[in-house]
Structure formats: C-alpha cells, structure tokens
C-alpha cells in the first residue's frame, strides 16, 4: 500500500501544481505541493487533510470549474481508469486576484492504484506561462520517456502517472547487433501479461515473447526502423489473464543523425470493444433471419390464410339464398367446414413453425439411435405403406446415433417415408431403401431413396423445401413436409440434399453435425 | 359466351361457378385444376371453341399462374386476342397485384371471393 507521504514525495518537486486526494465520497486532500500552494496563495495546512470540496474554492475559481463537474470527472477517471484532461476555462465569477493566476494550460485528472484498487486521485495543472524553464523537459519526457529510462532525471510524478496507465507502454533499446532489449515497461504490462516488470526489463524481446507472435513483431519492428514512422497492427494473445485482442502501436525515436535507437510502444486492450463487435455481428443476423421469418410470415397470411377464409367468405354471402334441405344447400355446408378446417389446419402449421424457430437455442438435446428412431416412424406409417403395397428396407448402423433432439429425428424420417410413400410412381410397385453412412466426407448420412415417381429439379431447384410449395397436383398435401425437414435438420445443425430423376426416382440424404461414440 | 376456370381449388370453382348461375348468365363452362391441363386444351382449341374469359389462379402447384402467363405468350397472336384473361386470386399481396396489372396479357384483377359488381363489369365487355 502506498503511504501517503510517500505520494506526497512523488510529487513534492514538481515545477507544475499538483493535488493528490483520497478516493471517498467526500475526498479529503492527501498531498498539494509546494507549486501549488506558491500559484494560488495557500499554505499548507489549509489543504491537508480538509475536505477537498470545502478548502479549495480558489482552486475550483483558478481551473474555472464546479463542485458537481468535478465530481463527474473523478468518476469518469475512475470508472475508465485512465486520465481525464481538461483545458482551464475562464470563469467570470473568478475573483480579480484568481483570475489574475489563470494563465491558460490545462489540468489532468488520473487515478492511481494501489494494491486495494484505485486509492487516490491525482490532479496536475500544466500552465503555459509557468516556469519555462522547466516545462519543455517535461514534454520531452512524456514524448519518448526517456528520461524513466535512463534514469538521469528521475521524475516519480511521471513514472507514477505511466504506472496508473492501464495501457501497457514499453520502450525498446535497438541495438547495433539488430536485437531489441527492453529498456522500461509500466506496471500495466504485469497487470496484463502476468510477467513480473523486474524480470522483463533489460530482457530480449526474443526471450520474452514467443513464437509465432514474435516474427511478427519483429516484422513490425523492423518497418517502423526503415520507414521512420510509427506502424500499428492489432493482435490477439494468449495471457494468463485470457485472450486478449490488443492494437499495438510502436514509434522510433530517433537520435541527432537520425537513426533510430529506441521504439516506444503503446499497447491498447481492445478485447471489450471486439467482443461488442462480435455481438454486433450476432445481432444483425439474428435481426436478419427474423426479418426473413417475418416477411415469409406475411407471405402465408396473405396467400395461404387469405384462400380458405376468402371461400368461407363467399359461401356464406351465397347461403341466405340457396334453399335450404336442397343438396346444393348440403354441398355449401360440406365446403364451408373444409374452408374452416384448412383455415385451422394452417394457423397450426404456423404455430408449429415458429414454435421450432422459438425453441431453436434451448433445444433438449439427447443421444439418439437414428435407427430406432426410423424404425418407429416406419411403424406409424405401416398402414399407409400397406395400402401401396411397398417395400421399405431400413439398413442403417446399430451406432449411427448423434446428438439431437428425438422428436426432430422421428420427423424427419417420417415426413421423408410419408413423401416416399404418396409420390410413388403408379408404373411399378415402390422400393423404399434408408441406408447409413457414418464415414461420408460431407458428414454423417443417412439416405432415403425411392423409385416413386421423381421431381424435376432443374424446374423446382430450391423452391421444393419452401413453404406450400408443392409439385405434384394428383396428390394431397400442403407443401409442409419437406420445409418441416429442412427446417428440424437445420435447427440440429445439419443440412439437406436431394437428388433426383423425374420418373425413376427420388433420393434424399441428410447430413448431421457430428456422430457420437 | 365461353369462360373457363384455372384454380387448384375445387371449393373456389364451385363459388365462381355457383356465381355465374345466380348472375343468370348463359355460359358455356369448362374448368380445370391444373393450369398445364388447360394449357394443352387452349393449344388444340379451335378459335370458336377458345374460351371468351379465362378466370385464372395464381397460387397453384406444378405451374403456377405466372408460369401460365409465359407459355400463353407462346400461343398464336389470334388466339390470345380471344381470350381475356382476369386474375382471380385470394392473394392480397401488393406486388401480386401489381405484377398482374403489368402483364400484357391481363385484363383485370379480381380478389376471392368474385362478387355480382365484378361479373357485372367483366361480362359486359367481350
């Protein structure tokens, strides 16, 4: 933990006035050194220990800010953890003799953290008519931080303020050998790659960073070298905090000749911002299938829905005048329920589907025999298979079993073997064949082929998995059961391919994700 | 006067024909469920025997009533001047509408179910 004294030290001999507060709901003043008291007039025990907001109106008069702007500065510094610059504004409320001090400049207000977290807040004015003298080496430090480097002129407000960085910042000697050994790194640096600075500093960077990282950034280096200007790239890093997506920015600094002797490096944690853009990514096609969703949604309203509810609508305005116990009277009533029934029947097909749309990302997913589960479908449609007079042969693997969700599997075999069976050919008795294949390079098969009657896909291409589509006009059907196929497959992960030749028959493979063992 | 009737939807013939009754209307009918049907019937009719008014579906399976369009564009020009085709459809899209309304070959488009004022209008003008 930082002792207060030893922050007061840190900024005691500082040309530029400086405050340093304890981080409370009420700050109380925990360091001001001596530029500070010379430039507005106080002597140190009006500030020390007082409550900030209570001792320092001429201070708040000099910068020319408020109580509450100020209270909302700490908090951003504190919430972003980085700092928060403001340039001096010229209040009118100033008194004569504080607004004499104003001189122009600006004032920094930056966090600086402890072991316990963010413990006390800084506040450096930099005034632009104060001492000269002592102003272009300060900014000179702050341009390539040399002087934390070398040593020469220690300025422990500097390296305290780079320390509170959360952005990592290195220096780099380039030596005459071509090597690069680093010459300083804040503490930020630890806190990001877990590497203790003691044990980096003076290091190769071929020691410290490993490959394949390291050709790169090799690369990078030697292009700033030759090209004299700063090159930033962005990189993702396994640390022991995580992976971390970073942009990287490195400067040279160049001596007298113009050679360079060392680069200066920033590097800015853009995991967060990343992670929102892959969100946002996810959003936007989320947005995208829905706005699909809803456009085909409308389509059925208006085609599907719209022709049983328009024939209800006609028979009933015809009914007062047909005479009733007549049989055309009878026939307007049996084609009345027909309308109302396939009225219902599509208002369930709708909820169905949105219902599998719905429950898409909280699937109950178990281990399925894919067999089994054909068999079962197989036996449902016994009847139907029976009435044609069909063979069905089922050949798949006792271990062909994926993960899924069973009520799928058993649709999509059953509305494949359902279509079999209704679209066979009247030329020939109908051959139905399902056969595994676990080994297939587009992922594990299962195949439904028949010799029914076939579909002309050059003429139906993808339209034969779309909603109410159908292709054949001799036999009942609304056109749900291929897109309830495509749809379950898809909603396991899986997809759907037909081949076919129009008068010989017709295959259908599906594909799962992934067989499990 | 001859008029014929293309929709995959018997309830719907039955209305349109039942209509046609009440309108009084001495019509010689022929209906079909699929537009391919009426299409091999319409390339063998002869000019008297081609129906005055086609009553045509758009939402049928096989080939649809757009489908229908395009082949009926393949039939010789005094044959397609006999015919007057009116879209009659359950459909309430917008753009169904207006596609029709753009073919050269549609006369008018009439939304399920047909009432007395649209069989008024379309019966007088042949």
New interface residues.
């Given amino acids: 933990m930082l002792q207060n004294h030893n922050i007061a030290s840190a900024f005691a001999y500082s040309t530029q006035p400086c405050l340093v507060l304890s981080r409370e709901k009420s700050p109380l003043i925990v360091a001001a050194n001596k530029a500070l008291q010379t430039w507005l007039g106080y002597a140190q025990e009006e500030l020390l220990n007082k409550v900030f907001f209570n001792a320092s109106d001429k201070f708040m008069a000099a910068l020319g800010v408020d109580e509450l702007e100020l209270s909302e500065i700490f908090e951003q510094a504190i919430a972003t953890k980085s700092a928060v610059k403001r340039n001096i504004k010229y209040s009118v409320t100033a008194s004569a003799e504080t607004s004499s001090k104003q001189n122009g400049g600006f004032y920094e207000i930056f966090p600086i953290e402890t072991k316990a977290g963010i413990s006390y807040l800084a506040i450096q004015i930099i005034l632009h008519t104060l001492d000269t003298s002592a102003a272009p080496q300060a900014h000179k430090s702050a341009a390539s931080t040399k002087s934390v480097v070398s040593g020469s002129a220690p300025n422990q407000s500097l390296e305290l303020l780079i320390d509170s960085l959360t952005n990592v910042i290195f220096t780099l000697d380039v030596e005459p050998t071509g090597l690069y050994r680093f010459s300083f790194v804040n503490r930020a640096f630890q806190v990001t790659t877990g590497l203790p600075v003691e044990k980096v500093i003076g290091k190769y960077v071929h020691e410290i960073i490993p490959e394949p990282s390291l050709s790169m950034v090799l690369e990078k280096y030697k292009e700033a070298i030759e090209k004299k200007q700063q090159v930033s790239w962005q990189e993702v890093s396994q640390y022991p905090t995580g992976q971390k997506i970073a942009e990287v920015l490195v400067v040279p600094v160049l001596n007298a000749k113009g050679e360079c002797f060392q680069l200066a490096g920033l590097v800015h944690d853009i995991t967060p911002f990343k992670e929102a853009e892959a969100r946002q990514v996810r959003l936007t096609q989320d947005l995208y299938q829905q706005n699909r969703d809803l456009q085909q949604f409308t ?1 059925i309203i ?3 829905l ?2 049983p ?3 209800a ?3 009933v ?2 009914l007062p ?1 047909v005479a009733p116990e007549t049989n055309l009277f009878q ?1 307007y009533v049996a ?1 009345l329920k ?2 109302i029934e396939n009225l219902d029947k599509i208002l369930e097909d709708l909820n169905l589907i949105l219902s599998v749309r719905d429950r898409q990302d909280q699937l109950h997913k178990e281990h399925v025999f894919v067999g089994e589960v054909c068999w079962q479908a197989a036996q449902a449609l016994e009847v139907e298979l029976k009435h044609a007079a069909g063979q069905l042969e089922i050949n798949i693997d006792p271990e062909f079993k994926v993960q899924a969700n069973r009520a799928y599997v058993y649709s999509i075999c059953y509305n494949l073997l359902s279509n079999a069976i209704k679209y066979r050919s009247k030329e020939r008795l109908l051959k139905i064949k399902v056969t595994s294949d676990s080994t297939s390079e587009d992922g594990p098969a299962i195949h439904f082929t028949d010799n029914g009657s076939g579909i002309d896909l050059q003429k139906a291409g993808d339209d034969i998995f779309k909603l109410y ?5 001799h036999v009942e059907g609304r ?1 749900m059961g291929l897109f309830l196929v495509k749809t379950h497959i898809e909603a396991l992960g899986g997809y759907i391919k037909v081949k076919s030749t129009p008068g010989q028959g017709t295959t259908f493979s599906v594909f799962f994700k992934e067989l499990v063992s | 006067m001859n008029i014929a009737i293309i929709d995959d939807d018997p309830i719907s013939i039955f209305l349109t024909e039942q209509s046609l009754l009440k309108e009084g209307v001495e019509v010689e009918l022929q209906t079909y469920l699929s537009a391919e049907v009426a299409l091999q019937e319409l390339k063998q009719q002869s000019l008297q025997e081609l129906p005055d008014v086609i009553f045509l579906d758009l939402n049928m399976p096989y080939m649809n009533g757009w489908q229908f369009l395009e082949s009926f564009r393949l039939l010789p020009v005094a044959k397609q001047e006999k015919c007057s085709i009116y879209i009659l459809t359950s459909s309430l899209d917008i753009a169904d509408t207006e596609k029709a309304n753009e073919n050269m070959f549609v006369k008018g488009v009439i939304h399920k179910p047909i009432t007395p004022a649209d069989l008024g209008a379309i019966l007088q003008l042949p």
């Fill in positions: 389509y208006s085609h599907n719209r022709a509810l328009a024939n609508l006609g028979l305005r015809h005048n026939q084609h027909t309308s589509t159908r292709f054949h006009s056109g």
